[in-house]
T-cell receptor, first 114, second 113 residues
Framework: AQTVTQSQPEMSVQEAETVTLSCTYD???????LFWYKQPPSRQMILVIRQEAYKQQNATENRFSVNFQKAAKSFSLKISDSQLGDAAMYFC???????????FGTGTSLTVIP | DTGVSQNPRHKITKRGQNVTFRCDPI?????LYWYRQTLGQGPEFLTYFQNEAQLEKSRLLSDRFSAERPKGSFSTLEIQRTEQGDSAMYLC???????????FGPGTRLTVT
């Protein structure tokens, strides 16, 4: 069965600094998708970044980048130049290649300190 | 298009009652997902529709839960004989293809007293 583990329930970062959120997953599949979603307090979940497992190149979206280690089944999120608006719960998610099922981790609550 | 909408936003019900939630996805999205999220946890996958066909159903979804998407547009999630353990946020999401971004609705918060 697929599982997603986020071992950091809470993280904090100084404004303008860099922070890395960890995620590991378990799967026997070779093709799949990985995602990071952001859920601000009392607001809707939004996509931060996605990665196709067959791509070796790490995905980047502006200040957000991932370190995808397929053999280690690790998918960490790096946020550079942290901003106050980055404060939120961050969820790592796994999807089968078919997209029929999604599995989310338990989340990491990120605090940005001014 | 204003995104994924869910109604009602909040529902308080007594144990044993039936409740129904509605989700209106983004109009061109053929994929629709339902999740349940409890405090301090990530969303748990419940079920998935491609157009009107329910293609996946989690083992978490007991017989008291049923979902429909009759015309491949909006979807409903019904919980029969609610229990206190059903109290949670029920999230709906839609997407336009495999591996595509899921757009989430604001959720329906259910409280069973």
């Amino acid at each position: 069965a697929q599982t997603v583990t986020q071992s950091q329930p809470e993280m904090s970062v100084q404004e303008a600094e860099t922070v890395t959120l960890s995620c590991t997953y378990d799967t026997s599949e070779s093709d799949y998708y990985l995602f990071w979603y952001k859920q601000p307090p009392s607001r809707q979940m939004i996509l931060v970044i996605r990665q196709e497992a067959y791509k070796q190149q790490n995905a980047t979206e502006n200040r957000f980048s991932v370190n995808f280690q397929k053999a280690a089944k690790s998918f960490s999120l790096k946020i550079s130049d942290s901003q106050l608006g980055d404060a939120a719960m961050y969820f790592c998610a796994y999807s089968k290649w078919t997209g029929n099922q999604f599995y989310f981790g338990t989340g990491t609550s990120l605090t940005v300190i001014p | 298009d204003t995104g994924v909408s869910q109604n009602p936003r909040h529902k308080i019900t007594k144990r044993g009652q039936n409740v129904t939630f509605r989700c209106d996805p983004i109009s061109e999205h053929n994929r629709l997902y339902w999740y349940r999220q409890t405090l301090g946890q990530g969303p748990e996958f419940l079920t998935y529709f491609q157009n009107e066909a329910q293609l996946e159903k989690s083992r978490l979804l007991s017989d008291r839960f049923s979902a429909e998407r009759p015309k491949g547009s909006f979807s409903t999630l019904e919980i029969q004989r609610t229990e206190q353990g059903d109290s949670a946020m029920y999230l709906c999401a839609s997407s336009e293809g495999t591996g595509a971004e899921q757009y989430f609705g604001p959720g329906t918060r259910l409280t069973v007293t």
